[in-house]
């Protein structure tokens, strides 16, 4: 089992939907997690931690379930500019980062 | 202020050479990683650094690779002898404690192709 698992999509939403991802990761020790974005042909951006009581920015929430060892992330009112790959990464220990293989978002006009 | 950089940015070698790709983390960050990234892929872990020490080798696919950090900062990951599965993006990562956790912060990556 791979530790860090995504479904791959792609997700292909209009313009002003709501879309979600998940990611389960097999660690129960994990310690902390954050959502990537990676637009084609670039490096990946840090899109946003997720903390245990869930955070939201913008149009974007996270969510972390421990128990089910899952996080999610919502966006909502979604925009053309929101099309990239959604990468989801877990905190293993200390500073050991391991990454999902993404979530690849399109938005349609 | 100025981000993690990493040299050369393309590299074209042929099958048996070697390379060096180098990282330069931002100023102060304790940690540096390496990942490599082929063509519509997702990221595989290569090694990390906790200051000049890699606790965690276990993502370097062969002993043709290695990868060293000295004075805590620049990390140069080497591939001997290199082979045409080798060509991907190689993208180099450091990171601080914020607010109780790490967070990641990229390099444009080096694109290595093997003719």
């Known amino acids: 089992r791979k530790e860090v698992e995504q479904d791959p999509g792609p997700f292909n939403v209009p313009e002003g939907a709501t879309v979600a991802f998940n990611c389960t990761y097999s660690?129960?020790?994990?310690?902390?997690f954050f959502w990537y974005r990676q637009d084609c042909r670039k490096e990946p951006k840090l899109l946003m931690s997720?903390?245990?009581s869930g955070n939201e920015d913008g149009r974007f929430t996270a969510q972390l379930n421990r128990a089910s060892q899952y996080i999610s992330l919502l966006i909502r009112d979604s925009k053309l500019s929101d099309s990239a790959t959604y990468l989801c990464v877990v905190n293993k220990n200390n500073n050991d980062m391991r990454f999902g293989a993404g979530t690849r978002l399109t938005v349609k006009p | 202020g100025a981000g993690v950089s990493q040299s050369p940015s393309n590299k074209v070698t042929e099958k048996g050479k070697d390379v060096e790709l180098r990282c330069d983390p931002i100023s102060g960050h304790t940690a540096l990683y390496w990942y490599r990234q082929s063509l519509g892929q997702g990221l595989e872990f290569l090694i990390y650094?906790?200051?000049?020490?890699?606790?965690?080798k276990s993502g370097l696919p062969s002993d043709r690779f290695s990868a060293e950090r000295t004075g805590g900062s620049v990390s140069t990951l080497t591939i001997q002898r290199t082979q045409q599965e080798d060509s991907a993006v190689y993208l180099c990562?450091?990171?601080?404690?914020?607010?109780?956790?790490?967070?990641?912060?990229f390099g444009p990556g080096t694109r290595l192709t093997v003719t």
């Open positions: 650094f906790q200051g000049n020490s890699a606790p965690d």
């Open positions: 990562a450091s990171s601080r404690w914020r607010q109780a956790t790490y967070e990641q912060y």
């Open positions: 997720v903390y245990s």
């Open positions: 660690n129960s020790a994990s310690q902390s």
